[in-house]
């Protein structure tokens, strides 16, 4: 089982919607999550980083830690085109000092 | 600013062949992180400095990857006999300090051993 299991998608939705990404990890030692966004030919960017559970809002995004269910999510609200790209979750083994990422899930938006 | 920056962009190399990559972290960044992205695929850890020390090396994935950071600030990763196999992005990050410190990341390194 992989530490991080994530959906590849890919997920399809119009402008305007609501998405929701998610991710299951294995380790209910984990405490500290994030979401990156990745553009095609782009390193990885910072979105949103967490810490135990609970919600964390940041504009159009909401990170959500269920540490109960072992369940990671990012939601976007009023989805845009230029949100059309690669979402990674990862979370921080402090055990091995080591960032492990989900697989990515593909998202496009259109117009 | 300026943000963490990797060349070359892409690499094409015959199988056999040693590259390498390099790495120019954020300014002030004491911890520097080498990764591998292959298609369709998060980021892989393989290797962490701590300054100029090699913290952890454990997810280089033979003998033929090397990396060094001689001075605490670029690093350069070596790959010796390059196999078709090695063919991915190399990701290269830098944080802070801290292991629980975010980690930006370059652009990559696009590597294709033919």
């Known amino acids: 089982q992989k530490e991080v299991e994530q959906d590849p998608g890919p997920l399809s939705v119009p402008e305007g919607a609501i998405v929701s990404l998610n991710c299951t990890y294995s380790n209910s030692a984990f405490q500290y999550f994030m979401w990156y966004r990745q553009y095609s030919r782009k390193g990885p960017e910072l979105l949103m980083y967490t810490y135990s559970s609970g919600n964390k809002e940041d504009g159009r995004f909401t990170a959500q830690v269920d540490k109960s269910s072992k369940y990671i999510s990012l939601f976007i609200r009023d989805s845009q085109p230029s949100d059309s790209a690669t979402y990674l979750c990862a979370t921080l083994d402090l055990n091995t000092d080591k960032l492990i990422f989900g697989t990515g899930t593909r998202l496009q938006v259109f117009p | ?114």
Request: charged share 20%; with cysteine; proline share 5%.
């Open chain 2, 1 to 114: 600013g300026a943000g963490v920056s990797q060349t070359p962009s892409n690499k094409v190399t015959e199988k056999g062949k040693y590259v390498e990559l390099r790495c120019d972290p954020i300014s002030g960044h004491t911890a520097l992180y080498w990764y591998r992205q292959s298609l369709g695929q998060g980021p892989e850890f393989l290797i962490y400095f701590q300054g100029t020390g090699a913290a952890d090396d454990s997810g280089l994935p033979n003998d033929r990857f090397f990396a060094v950071r001689p001075e605490g600030s670029v690093s350069t990763l070596k790959i010796q006999r390059t196999e078709r196999g090695d063919s991915a992005v190399y990701l290269c990050a830098s944080s802070q300090s801290e292991v629980t410190d975010t980690q930006y990341f370059g652009p990559g390194t696009r590597l294709t051993v033919l």
